[in-house]
């Protein structure tokens, strides 16, 4: 019994190893800074460029992009913001004033304008294309 009690014990501590161990190898840096809808105007004010990043928490086309959008802000620091939209109280009232049609959505502001919007998911060098086409 004791034998037992010690195997289970063992491969309990095991599996909770394993998994810490994975998510500190899976969780990448978040070099992007995260705000709320209700910031979102001081921010284009005070900034010469911002991109938008407004996403939803379960949404597997946002989970694709974060790391393009990841990458982009490692290299770009200051630039890029996001909205985890289901997690603001005032979802309904902010997603029309700012027209979110659906997520990941992208919005590129520039000197206080926005300058380009897309609402769809996107590769890399889609990504870029972009940012090219907006002078960002």
């Known amino acids: 019994m004791k034998k037992i009690f010690i195997s289970i014990s063992i491969l309990v501590i ?12 899976t969780s990448e840096k978040t070099y992007y800074t995260e705000t709320k809808f209700g910031k979102i105007s001081e921010l284009v004010k005070k900034n010469d460029r911002i991109i938008l990043f407004v996403e939803q928490d379960g949404c597997s086309s946002c989970k694709l ?7 982009y802000a490692k290299e ?11 997690k603001e109280k005032d979802y309904n009232v902010q997603s029309e004033k700012y027209h979110i049609e659906g997520t990941p959505t992208l919005i590129y502001f520039k000197e206080g304008k926005e300058v380009y919007r897309t609402n ?13 086409k907006v002078e960002f």
């Open 14 to 25: 095991t599996g909770i190893l394993g998994m810490l161990m994975y998510n500190n190898i």
């Open 65 to 71: 992009v974060k790391p393009i959008i990841n990458n």
């Open 76 to 86: 770009n620091k200051g630039i890029v913001y996001s909205v985890t939209a289901n």
């Open 120 to 132: 769809t998911g996107f590769t890399e060098d889609e990504f870029k294309n972009t940012i090219k």
